[in-house]
């Protein structure tokens, strides 16, 4: 039987070997008595135990080993041997019975942990739909109640008709923002959108994405300077993707900044490992507690609500950038103090070093 328990089928030796034993002892006492011959009796004693052994034996592998073969082709096909790609450790198996023992402990705890990860997807499904729900209803009722007031007639009043208007448009931009973003993430998710990668360079990125929130940070009076020492910061990346990640950062930098505040970006190379590119946007404002520093690259999570909904935000633009980042490999690392400010930092690999990758 080819179980984790060996070749032999140790299930029939272990089960043999104690009425072989007592059977030799018996017939060898028994004979000691009628023969009245040492040497004859253990003969005979010997001879009692394999003949007891080797039936009782062959009666146990012709009765168990067939079952316990299928019990573990049985074990094998579960979908806990299927999907799991880590075979179970090896240990010291004594016999067939204790080898299944141990497979099916193992597909027990797998199975469990399968479970718990589904539950735990499931959870987070619903809260994702009731999410979107709460967030798709905001806009979609605030156009209504514009419209609405505007067809009973407001339309005619000069003094109201172009805010409502406007407002109403507003809601609808946020709304198309939103449904990009959702379609975003979940390409990412499902690895639709994979990066593309080519040697970008990440100073000209940088400069451009600051240049498209410019006047963002000029309305709320932040000041971005960007420290590009590196001049030579070739990085290996999606050029666009990364232009998102740092569109997302920069824009959280002055959203939640403080008035008069500043935003620093710069690149510089990992003084441990050359191969990476330090990217780095600090700010100087509001800070995140630890608590929510572990959670604000969750979808949806924000912090203060009314604030990041005030700026037009939905929560998914640290999402979106710790998708992005993990489709490169690389990782997005916050630290923070609230009431002094934060520090998002991530690593891209430097295109000196990672040629060798631009045919990805
Ligand atoms: N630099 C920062 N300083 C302080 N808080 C921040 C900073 N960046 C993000 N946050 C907090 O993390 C939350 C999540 O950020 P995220 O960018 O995902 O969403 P958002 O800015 O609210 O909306 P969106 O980016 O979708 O427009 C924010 O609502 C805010 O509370
Ligand atoms: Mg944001």
């Not at 100073?203 to 600051?210: L, Q």
């Amino acid at each position: 039987m080819k179980t984790s328990g060996g070749t032999y089928f140790r299930t029939g030796i272990r089960l043999a070997f104690a009425p072989a034993v007592i059977s030799g002892v018996f017939s060898a006492m028994i004979s000691l008595i009628w023969l009245d011959n040492p040497v004859h009796s253990v003969l005979l004693g010997i001879g009692a135990a394999l003949v007891v052994f080797i039936l009782v034996y062959l009666h146990a592998y012709r009765l168990l080993n067939y079952r316990l073969q299928e019990i573990q082709s049985i074990i094998q096909r579960t979908p806990a041997r299927l999907t799991n790609s880590n075979p179970p450790e090896k240990q010291h198996v004594i016999d067939e019975v204790h080898g299944l023992l141990l497979d099916a402990e193992w597909n027990r705890a797998t199975i469990t942990r399968e479970f718990q990860k589904m539950d735990e997807t499931d959870s987070y499904r619903k809260e994702f739909i009731g999410d979107i729900s709460h967030e798709l209803k905001t806009p979609i009722f605030s156009v209504q109640g514009y419209l609405e007031t505007l067809l009973d007639g407001a339309l005619n009043d000069p003094e109201v008709n172009q805010l409502f208007l406007a407002k109403a448009m507003k809601n609808v931009n946020r709304l198309i923002f939103l449904t990009n973003d959702l379609m975003e993430i979940s390409r990412l998710e499902t690895g639709e959108l994979k990066p593309e990668f080519s040697v970008i360079p990440l100073n000209n990125i940088i400069h451009d994405a600051i240049d498209s929130l410019q006047y963002k940070a000029d309305q709320r009076n932040v000041k971005i300077s960007f420290e590009d020492k590196e001049t030579n910061a070739f990085a290996l990346a999606d050029r666009n993707q990364i232009r998102q990640v740092l569109v997302n950062l920069i824009e959280n930098a002055i959203k939640y900044n403080k008035p008069d505040g500043k935003v620093f970006v710069s690149t510089r190379f990992n003084e441990h490992d050359r191969s990476k590119i330090v990217v780095s946007v600090r700010d100087t404002g509001i800070g995140i507690e630890p608590d929510d520093a572990k959670r604000v690259t969750e979808r949806f999570y924000r912090v203060d609500k009314s604030r990041s909904r005030e700026q037009g935000g939905t929560g998914l633009g640290l999402s979106i950038v710790k998708h992005i980042l993990e489709s490169h490999h690389e990782q997005l690392t916050i630290e923070s103090k609230p009431g002094s400010g934060s520090l998002f930092r991530f690593t891209l690999k430097s295109a000196d070093y990672h040629s060798d990758l631009i045919s990805v």
